[in-house]
């Protein structure tokens, strides 16, 4: 009987997690379907920015979903085309064509791979929370821009259409949560269109639909070092993977659990790989759909990100004209609610404006305007980590301090230094000796001090050296183990003294 019931609880433990529960499945289908509906616009709007036919954009939708759901380390987080990639290789077809756009992906796939196994990801540890929240900022900002060109030059009946949208989503969720709201408005909003006659922008206006699934090849290029030369800048960039995982981070804050970054980044390597081979036009981590299934419609395995995908190809295929009538108007009203749900309010409310140090609320701003600027979500990451850096090592190097004392009888100068050294600190107690009026015996007294670099070690050299040519003599103390090994192996041999 026991082994009977471990058996049966080794079988639920090992079960997929949106076996949970009915309620659980339930929720991953239709959160699967509602991104599916908000993905086909996008990666039609995508493919026009790279220059390619809407289906590339598409078929890399379908790829990169289905494919990360199985070997991405963040449950729930959807990959599909994004404006980042499109951006990055609209040069390259534009100048050499489809075939050493997709030769670029696949490339950019394996670097991401070798990327993941040598651990880039753990570079995100070193990303501050006021860079991660100037980063979700600037993303909700981004998402509602997207949506204002589908606000201008259009019917007047569009603009009741998404104020509807968004009522449909406010209050229908206290109605009942078993159906998403982004999908009840979407169809409501197109009934109404349709049944009506209303004219206004659809789905079927950004482009035609494929009507066959995607078949695997070969990029039409000459596999020559010439055409390595032509791709590889392009396949090189990180943009992409520094995407995907600050949007791994965001969910994982939001879901309160822990994915695996090194998986992820591995994972979005051979998703892109798969995705060149079937003629897409590669992609990265989408944060507004990711939004809309994991905040909006609260999914959380990986059950909705395959769905996706595979709910991506049945529409187009097999419900094209149908899809092709959805309003426009119905998914802006959606992206515009998840801009709403994505920013972090309470970032800027006046309270914790005013309790934040003035470094933290510095780094959010030059992130968000570097973002919003660039509308590169890496390059504001980027810019507000090193403003970030700045600032605490300007702070950290004021709490580097010289106390000195000078024995009763005249004969020795003992200096307590205490505090972090390293180069931003280290510099300044250079100037903190009395170097002409010292006794000739001198101590340094590095105790409550800890040397980080090599600045640290040249500095304390060069006070070495400027007692030495007055003809004093110079002892440290105190060296905590790994200062002493740091000291010993370069002590004399930076050049300090010249």
Excluded at 76 to 105: C, E, F, K, R
Excluded at 323 to 328: A, E, G, K, N
Aim: charged content about 15%; proline content about 5%; aromatic content about 6%.
């Amino acid at each position: 009987m026991s082994s009977s019931l471990s058996e049966g609880r080794r079988l639920r433990m090992s079960a997929p997690d949106w076996l949970a529960s009915p309620k659980v499945f339930r929720t991953e289908v239709l959160a699967g379907l509602v991104v599916a509906l908000a993905l086909i616009p996008e990666a039609i709007s995508f493919s026009i920015i790279a220059g390619v036919d809407p289906a590339v954009g598409l078929f890399a939708s379908f790829t990169m979903a289905v494919v990360i759901s199985v070997v991405g380390g963040r449950k729930a987080m959807i990959s599909a085309a994004t404006g980042a990639i499109a951006l990055v290789i609209a040069p390259l077809n534009q100048q050499y064509g489809l075939g050493h756009l997709v030769a670029a992906v696949i490339l950019g796939g394996l670097f991401q791979i070798v990327l993941g196994a040598l651990g880039v990801a753990k570079l995100m540890r070193f990303v501050p929370r006021s860079v991660m929240v100037g980063f979700v900022n600037s993303l909700a900002i981004l998402i509602f821009m997207a949506q204002v060109p589908e606000m201008r030059d259009v019917p007047w009946a569009v603009y009741p259409l998404i104020a509807a949208g968004l009522v449909l989503m406010v209050l229908f969720p206290r109605i009942t949560k078993v159906v998403p709201a982004p999908l009840v408005s979407i169809v409501v909003l197109t009934v109404i269109t349709v049944g009506a006659g209303i004219a206004v922008p659809d789905v079927g206006d950004k482009g035609a639909l494929p009507s066959s699934l995607p078949v695997p090849g070969l990029p039409d290029v000459p596999f020559t070092m010439e055409t390595l030369s032509t791709i590889a800048p392009y396949a090189f960039a990180l943009v992409g993977l520094m995407e995907s995982l600050m949007t791994a981070k965001l969910v994982d804050d939001l879901t309160d659990t822990r994915s695996s970054k090194t998986r992820e980044s591995i994972g979005q390597g051979v998703a892109n790989v798969v995705t060149g081979f079937f003629g897409g036009m590669g992609g990265c981590a989408m944060i507004g759909q990711t939004m809309i299934n994991v905040k909006v419609s609260g999914a959380r395995t990986r059950l909705s990100t395959f769905l996706a995908g595979a709910f991506l190809m049945v529409l187009c295929v097999v419900f094209g004209p149908v899809v092709s009538d959805i309003p426009m108007a119905a998914l802006v009203a959606v992206m515009i609610m998840v801009s709403a749900a994505t920013f972090d309010w309470h970032s800027i409310s006046p309270k914790t404006l005013k309790r934040m140090p003035l470094g933290e609320t510095t780094v959010m701003v030059v992130t968000v305007t570097a973002v919003v600027a660039t509308h590169n979500l890496a390059i504001g990451v980027v810019l507000g980590s090193v403003t970030a850096m700045v600032i605490f090592a300007r702070r950290v190097a004021h709490l580097a301090e010289v106390t000195g004392v000078v024995d009763p009888d005249g004969k020795q100068a003992v200096y307590a230094v205490t505090g972090e050294l390293f180069f931003a600190s280290s510099n300044d107690i250079v100037h903190r000796f009395d170097y002409k009026d010292d006794p000739d015996d001198v101590v340094i007294d590095l105790t409550d001090a800890h040397i980080w670099d090599a600045s640290s070690v040249a500095a304390l050299d060069a006070i070495g050296s400027k007692y030495a040519q007055r003809g004093k003599k110079v002892t440290i103390v105190g060296l905590n183990r790994p200062s002493a090994e740091m000291h010993d192996r370069l002590a004399g041999r930076l050049g300090a003294g010249h």
